[in-house]
């Protein structure tokens, strides 16, 4: 095992994001499902009461958000490619907005409560960028909150001989960025284009600057 902590290995992992946006589709087909899609606008909204743990263990909601525009991104720490990379990816894209990030954050939401406590969680991606914000909650918050926005996920089971704790998790690999009333506004879906998530946040700043 490697004697260095995660973020040591972050460059080589940023290499690997387009074999690891072809992963997250593969998950959905080996999955057999397709990814919901989203709730309506006054459906939606209700994402913004579920309660939900932040990583200094207390309870909280997307609702602490309003105010700002707000990219989450779903999955688990344990997440062998996906996770790492396109939080890797968020960070260089929110790097890029310079001051614009004043009125964004960046939030990671585990969908693995089992594994993922909160504390874990808040080294996890700090690793990636100090100012993201890592998320949690009950399995049952976890599916309402992921319905509303149209995410999927599925455990899959620890292959034959390995611990059971040893699943991991089929999910949809987006981006979700929400508007400062707490609304879904846009979801960015892989493959990731350089760019791509930062011009849609200057898109959306530029036009509420007015």
Not at 109 to 114: A, T, V
Not at 173 to 196: D, K
Request: glycine share 8%; hydrophobic share 40%; charged share 15%.
């Amino acid at each position: 095992m490697s004697k260095h902590p995660f973020w040591y290995h972050a460059p080589r992992l940023c290499l690997t994001a387009a074999l690891a946006t072809i992963i997250g589709f593969l998950a959905f087909e080996f999955a057999g499902e397709s990814p919901p899609k989203p709730a309506n606008g006054n459906e939606s909204s209700a994402m913004s009461t579920l309660p939900l743990l932040n990583e200094n263990g207390a309870v909280t909601s997307l609702g602490a958000f309003k105010g700002s525009w707000v990219v989450v991104f779903f999955g688990y720490a344990t997440c062998p490619d996906v996770c790492p990379t396109s939080l890797a990816y968020l960070a260089r894209e929110l790097k890029q907005l310079g001051s614009g990030t004043a009125n964004v954050r960046g939030v990671f939401i585990s969908l693995d409560p089992k594994r993922d406590n909160p504390d874990s969680l808040g080294r996890y991606v700090h690793y990636f960028d100090p100012n993201l914000t890592a998320l949690t909650g009950t399995e049952e918050n976890l599916r309402r909150l992921s319905k509303l926005l149209g995410v999927y996920y599925e455990v899959q089971p620890a292959p034959k001989g390995q611990p059971e704790n040893a699943y991991t998790l089929a999910h949809t690999a987006s981006f979700f960025i929400l508007s400062p009333t707490g609304e879904l506004a846009q979801t960015i879906s892989p493959p990731f284009a350089p760019g791509a998530v930062a011009g849609a946040l200057r898109t959306v700043l530029a036009a509420t600057a007015h």
